[in-house]
């Protein structure tokens, strides 16, 4: 096996594909990157860790047919510390051999028939075309409130929901639920749900892909999902389950809303926390009155009061929450200002953009007691 | 006490008192910062960790008398997060209000006689100034070479040497030496040790202090060194115990002399120390043959070879290094050449500039075997 490249070619391409390669996995090969370099003169790369398989095939040049699994942590520091010039690389006798210009490193490579087989990934199906900085956005919006706990199942995930006029991506951990938006027209209503902590990865591909890949294609399969982002594919395993009906959490009215700037409120939520301590859940409360929000915290080493200028339509209300699950929401919102629907102490608050419903926060309070 | 200032002034001067706050000291107060308005109406701000003592004044208005000690991190992390307006402190009932806009916080204050009596520092005295960005460069140059096992006593420490014509700062830990000189005329000769971490602690003073102030006064009393930057003034503890005489180690001379590229040295050597283990020493290998430099490491997972061109007077040498330390003196040097005096195998390496002795590194080898 033999091919060419660029040393920055090949430095993305491992930036990509190094991203399915696992530490804790059993089986050791799992720890390498398969290489092949094909008939049709292209080397494909992939690699694996059961829920994830990332696939990648790239252009190279004077080119023997062959395959090997290199480690990629040493292969892709290697590749990556070369100048940029032109890398060999030479597979001779289970060594690999890469060369660029004074260059020359020899290491052992690992038999590629131990290597899981995994079928050659197609993009020729139908399937859903997102651009890829909405899916992105759309990933970022909703994959911090989906349960870090791994006994949680499904709610580990992200639900992907295609419906006749758009996409919505959902995800809830009990405490707060996130839903980003987006108008499109999908042929076939179906919904699958996604480990929160893949589409994180896939976030970190659509970053790390060609500039000149504009699109990515999601296909969706009995037990699996593809992305199909140019030349790299990734294959994920569904979460089983059926997700919550979270259109049923959502509160159908409310009896007080407020328009407030974002940014204000981060910042002074931001100050607040640094008096609301760990163990009494990040407490911050809120009081409303008039077109006043005063936002008030305290711990054994003082308190503070906050005030912002709001508009509000309906009663004055108190309300706790816990700092940080309003932080976390606010930060995924770009918008100068925001909605906060409220009904009651008890009940949660619904946070929209001014206009359209591209994104519907809900956070759950935290019982305030008397003082 | 009371005091209005601005919040970007409140929260540089943290940002420097703060580098002498511990979380190690069995005092609790010692995490506080003495604050005190005086009389000519400026705010005193101290903090020590029996180590090292920081002072700084500042201009403040709206002053009332009275001193204050509040907790180092919650104070500063209050300040930081304030926007940029002005801020008003007051004190009263030992309780610390802190306005700035719409923003209130109330900490508890401690009581500042609890505070250790803190001398105010004087920079009245005869001192050896240098320029601010010279002294920065002396101890990045030299820090690195100190040792970090807090037995070695006096190696932990960087040697400042008041020579009548130069002052060098010089570090050695037993496998490398590193000597930084500067051209300066000095009144009286003198040599002191001050620890290494402390005089990483002077650097990172030295970058946040103001830009305006362009020299520092190094004082050297009996037991202690002042370090003043303008309104800032450091004292710190002098190391005990005789430095090694590092002119004895010193080469006279060598029969063996390169000049290399530094860039090139330091890539090539990057890249050789991914196969050469810890548990090796980092163990790499010059073959120095006429006008090439070839750098050799293996471990289990490979081998490497580089080459490097360079000019050479005298014999041909094969030397084994441990990467990390020639690393360590290749990225404290800025030059874009070197050049490297050798012996004999087991003889230490000498690197020095083209031109001039405005540095000197001394690095031990690692003895070779046969292959």
Request: charged share 30%; aromatic share 4%; hydrophobic share 40%.
């Amino acid at each position: 096996m033999k091919f060419k490249c660029s040393q920055i070619t090949l430095t993305k391409a491992l930036n990509i594909v190094s991203k399915a390669v696992t530490n804790r996995s059993t089986l050791p090969i799992l720890k390498g990157i398969f290489m092949e370099v094909r008939e049709d003169g292209k080397l494909r790369m992939v690699t694996s860790d059961h829920e994830i398989t990332i696939e990648e095939t790239i252009d190279v040049s004077e080119t023997e047919k062959g395959s090997v699994v290199v480690q990629a942590k040493l292969f892709s520091d290697i590749i990556r510390k070369l100048p940029n010039a032109e890398v060999t690389i030479e597979v001779e006798n289970g060594s690999v051999t890469v060369r660029c210009l004074n260059s020359q490193f020899s290491i052992v490579g690992l038999p590629a028939d131990e290597f899981p087989a995994v079928e050659i990934i197609s993009d020729q199906q139908d399937g859903i075309l997102f651009e890829k900085s909405v899916l992105k956005e759309m990933i970022r919006k909703t994959s911090f409130a989906a349960s870090v706990d791994e006994s949680k199942g499904v709610l580990t995930g992200i639900l992907i929901e295609l419906l006749s006029d758009s996409v919505n991506l959902a995800a809830i951990d009990g405490y707060r639920l996130a839903v980003s938006r987006k108008a499109m027209v999908n042929l076939e209503e179906k919904n699958v749900v996604i480990s929160a902590k893949i589409m994180n990865e896939i976030h970190k591909i659509l970053s790390d892909a060609s500039e000149e890949e504009e699109t990515v294609k999601l296909i969706l399969r009995d037990k699996n999902a593809v992305f199909a982002i140019g030349n790299v594919k990734v294959v994920l395993r569904l979460l089983d389950g059926e997700f919550i009906k979270y259109r049923d959490v959502l509160p159908a009215d409310s009896n007080i809303k407020i328009k407030v700037s974002k940014g204000d409120l981060t910042e002074s939520i931001e100050r607040a926390s640094l008096l609301s301590k760990e163990g009494k859940n990040n407490l911050i409360k809120f009081a409303i009155r008039d077109n006043i929000l005063t936002i008030t915290s305290k711990s054994e080493e003082g308190n503070v009061k906050e005030e912002i200028l709001i508009s509000k339509e309906g009663e004055d209300l108190d309300i706790g929450f816990n700092a940080k699950y309003v932080l976390d929401v606010l930060k995924a919102i770009d918008d100068e200002e925001i909605l906060m629907y409220f009904n009651a102490s008890i009940k949660p608050c619904l946070v929209e953009p001014l206009e359209g419903n591209s994104f519907e926060y809900l956070i759950l309070p935290v019982r305030i007691t008397g003082n």
